[in-house]
């Protein structure tokens, strides 16, 4: 989150934060994030929680939304924070969440000790959230759809610097929009930023792009990842192995979505705002290798 603290939300927003965890000694604001929203640690008399607000007009609250759907559904064998409360109160979305101690960062690199507790993750949510418990939230084509646009649109007119284009080509035609359906509902944004390492074991969070589509899809995603975090490509499908979902997903179609994965980052790097272009370039990266493997 960037740019609020506590005290610049609306009185009745704090007031009806109060009402549901009570007496509030203190509130620290946590730094961080891409939204304009505000994150703080409150404590209470009844123990810490966690809070995050947005204007109801911002145009990040459709994430928040989808968040707040989820946080009301979500299993207790998913290990994440429970959502304790939400509210829309003076134009504002509130979340509130309990607060987990966390120890370190998470390392999604080899050797970490991390990894197995992220494994066992994907693992889970494929298992706990299949099918959907009842969270309201887009197909995962409606995600997908955002990233093949502006794939597309390099593709179309392919800039001079664009390495491996006829790897990116001969994978973009792979993608599968039926081979992407299901009934299994996605995280879909596993990355450090989102695992939190706590004194009982790795705990995910912001559900503000969860989605429903096919189980495997969610191991996909998370393949760029550990790449940009150090493995081979070779490397990062033998962890996806750990997954019974990722064993019965199409190969075609795997390679499709890496393909408009990595292109969109290819396109931020070169189109998106200047503080964020060095980042999805070397994201970029991280998935035309994995393209480039897969089309080998």
């Known amino acids: 989150m960037t740019g609020r603290e506590w005290g610049d939300l609306p009185g009745e927003v704090r007031d009806a934060v109060a009402a549901e965890c009570g007496p509030i000694r203190h509130a620290t604001s946590l730094l961080g994030g891409l939204t304009a929203g505000a994150a703080v640690r409150l404590d209470t008399t009844r123990g810490p929680v966690f809070v995050k607000a947005l204007p109801a007009d911002s145009s990040s609250a459709p994430l928040y939304q989808r968040e707040r759907l989820v946080g009301a559904v979500l299993p207790e064998g998913v290990p994440a924070p429970r959502m304790l409360w939400s509210g829309h109160t003076a134009g504002w979305i509130t979340l509130m969440f309990e607060h987990v101690a966390v120890q ?31 969270a ?26 664009l390495k491996s284009l006829p790897a990116y080509q001969a994978a973009r035609a792979g993608l599968d929009w039926d081979a992407m359906a299901g009934d299994t509902l996605l995280h879909a944004d596993l990355h450090e930023g989102n695992l939190l390492a706590t004194d009982r074991g790795v705990r995910l969070i912001d559900w503000g792009l969860a989605c429903q589509g096919a189980a495997w899809v969610e191991t996909a995603l998370l393949i760029p ?31 499709g979505l890496a393909a408009v994965w990595s292109l969109f980052r290819e396109y931020v790097a070169r189109n998106g705002p200047e503080r964020i272009r060095a980042s999805r370039a070397h994201a970029a990266a991280a998935g035309r290798a994995w393209v480039e493997y897969r089309t080998g």
Request: negative net charge; glycine residues 6%.
């Open 104 to 134: 370190r960062e998470v390392d999604l690199g080899p050797p970490s000790p991390n990894l197995g507790d992220v494994m066992d993750i994907v693992r889970v949510l494929g298992e706990t959230l299949t099918p959907n418990p009842g």
């Open 136 to 161: 309201e939230v887009p197909s995962v084509t409606d995600n997908v759809e955002f990233l093949r646009r502006r794939a597309d649109a390099l593709l179309a007119a392919p800039p001079d610097d």
């Open 225 to 255: 990842r550990l790449i940009f975090a150090g493995h081979t490509p070779a490397q990062a499908e033998r962890l996806a192995e750990q997954v019974p979902a990722w064993k019965a997903a199409p190969e075609a179609a795997i390679t």
